[in-house]
């Protein structure tokens, strides 16, 4: 007979060949026991060090930087590229060079230096690695790093005067805004009459803006067939950018939300839309209601950080009555 979970021998003592049948069930355990596994390293490491999985099936040094991550373990023994090494992925671990200070608290991997742990949790790319036993030992159980989304939202009624603050946001917990602050948008009830640049500050230093631009009219042509679903909408030196929202109103077949398409010209915007053959009068409008937020890289935001939202130094002589969404993540538990 076996038991139940992992078909462990049952046996009586009068059963002869204890030695096999401890060989077979010492097997089975080693299967069945999810708390070290073997690895190819693909780096040189040392125990104790925290690595992760690359995409090349080895592991690899972790580091809490959003790429060379999640943990999935300890290393047990020293290793160089391509030896075979067991990996702690549950369970006790002592280390005598540790020193935790905070029994009961999290131990995360560290932001910075590969391999390495540490008890102050990263303003990004947060993850747990375990809780502290001892100056000496810690319970390894590796939770993954979750990004969860992060959305800063508000509104200002009426015209601002020059260079008003919108809104200050103190941080209380740590929060990344991606490079190309996808999703985040700002709307305005009024247009502008000239091009408007909103500007994000952390803490003074700008870091991401959204432009508004005036009003304009669809130019006196026939709209153009560009195949494929798409439809080309003749407006002289529109300056718009690929991805702009735009809204068209006035027109007979193609009022409504768009999005600039990349196979725009200067003098042609391409929007997905079926063609149907229309000849504008000249007088139909592209409302510029919306605007993109932009910046050139990643901005991680702490607890005691301040984010602005602020109106250009010379305010537009009707753009107002504003809302806005900023959309980033926050990372950890």
Avoid at 3 to 29: C, F, N, P, R
Wanted: aromatic share 10%.
């Amino acid at each position: 007979m076996t038991t139940d979970k992992y078909d462990l021998h049952l046996a009586e003592y009068s059963v002869q060949g204890w030695d096999a049948i401890m060989e077979t069930d010492m097997e089975i355990l080693d299967d069945v026991i999810a708390s070290r596994i073997l690895a190819t390293v693909g780096e040189t490491v040392a125990a104790y060090e925290a690595v992760y999985i690359k995409s090349d099936g080895k592991v690899w040094l972790a580091t809490a930087d959003g790429t060379d991550m999640p943990a999935i373990g300890l290393m047990i023994e020293s290793g160089v590229a391509d030896d075979v090494k067991r990996v702690q992925r549950s369970g006790v671990i002592t280390n005598v060079a540790w020193s935790w200070s905070t029994i009961g608290g999290y131990v995360y991997l560290d932001p910075t230096t590969a391999g390495d742990l540490t008890e102050t949790a990263p303003g990004a790319n947060a993850q747990v690695i375990g809780t502290v036993l001892s100056a000496t030992s810690i319970f390894f159980n590796a939770i993954n790093v979750v990004n969860r989304p992060y959305e800063l939202g508000g509104t200002f009624n009426g015209v601002p005067s020059n260079s008003l603050d919108l809104t200050r946001l103190p941080f209380v917990r740590g929060a990344t805004f991606p490079a190309d602050l996808s999703e985040s948008t700002m709307y305005a009830e009024i247009s502008a009459t000239a091009s408007a640049v909103i500007t994000l500050y952390k803490n003074g230093a700008s870091f991401g803006t959204a432009t508004f631009l005036p009003d304009t009219t669809v130019n006196a042509a026939a709209a153009v067939d560009k195949t494929g679903g798409y439809t080309g909408i003749p407006i002289t030196a529109h300056g718009f950018s690929t991805g702009q929202k735009i809204i068209l109103s006035g027109t007979t077949n193609y009022d409504g939300t768009y999005v600039v398409e990349s196979a725009s010209s200067t003098n042609e915007v391409v929007i997905l839309a079926t063609y149907v053959a229309e000849t504008f009068a000249g007088t139909e409008d592209v409302i510029m209601s919306w605007a993109f937020f932009v910046c050139a890289s990643d901005a991680d935001f702490v607890a005691g950080d301040i984010l602005t939202i602020t109106c250009p130094g010379t305010a537009d002589a009707t753009l107002g009555d504003f809302g806005w969404i900023i959309v980033g993540s926050r990372s950890g538990l």
